[in-house]
């Protein structure tokens, strides 16, 4: 089972973006998570090049589409969603893999609620699969700010844990009790 794990930040010491590693190193096998590193790479988003997009852009949906689901964690910005991930998504907005894409959504820092209110409404507009149980807040601003504090600390492993088993169970067609941990 592939995950592809998005991060919507391009800052080099993004708490978004360790969040997204220490989850691959977490992975339970049969779960692989690939974290994903071409957002920067993406051109603006252009409708006119859609029919033959630019090869960044071919290599993000190749992943997309290879990925069974997809763990994002993102960033607020000015009470949005990042410009980046923002622009990723619209190059998504018209692919087909996207479609019914189960999709977790993790808010690492949950006073910042705008932004996780945004996305879930882009990826409803996109008629993506947001897991809902694997879709929950982390608190790890201010406390877990690298990888390595996040993969020490047991509370913040087994909210990682959590959310990987749940999207486990939904690609499997099950029900899972949700993730054990929910940090605040």
């Known amino acids: 089972m592939n ?3 998005i991060s919507g930040s391009l800052r080099a010491a993004s708490i978004n973006s360790a969040f997204c590693r220490v989850a691959a190193r977490l992975a339970p096998p049969p779960l692989q998570v690939t974290v994903f590193g071409g957002l920067g790479e993406l051109p603006l988003f252009n409708p006119d090049l859609e029919a033959d997009p630019p090869a ?3 290599a993000f949906r190749a992943q997309v589409a290879q990925a069974q689901a997809l763990l994002i964690a993102s960033p607020e910005y000015a009470h949005g969603i990042s410009g980046v991930l ?9 692919f087909e893999p996207t479609v019914g894409k189960p999709i977790a959504l993790v808010n690492t820092s949950p006073r910042a609620h705008h932004a996780d209110d945004a996305l879930r409404e882009v990826l409803r507009t996109m008629s993506a699969d947001i897991v809902d ?3 929950i807040p982390i608190q790890l601003l201010g406390a877990c700010t690298t990888e390595e504090k996040m993969a020490a600390s047991p509370d913040v492993c ?5 959310v990987l088993e749940v999207i486990a169970a939904h690609l499997e067609g099950g029900a899972a009790a949700g993730p054990r941990f929910l940090l605040s």
């Open 3 to 5: 995950v592809l794990a």
């Open 133 to 135: 149980q694997a879709s």
């Open 158 to 162: 087994g909210a990682i844990r959590g």
């Open 56 to 58: 960044p852009v071919q």
């Open 86 to 94: 923002k622009n990723a998504l619209d190059w998504l907005v018209s």
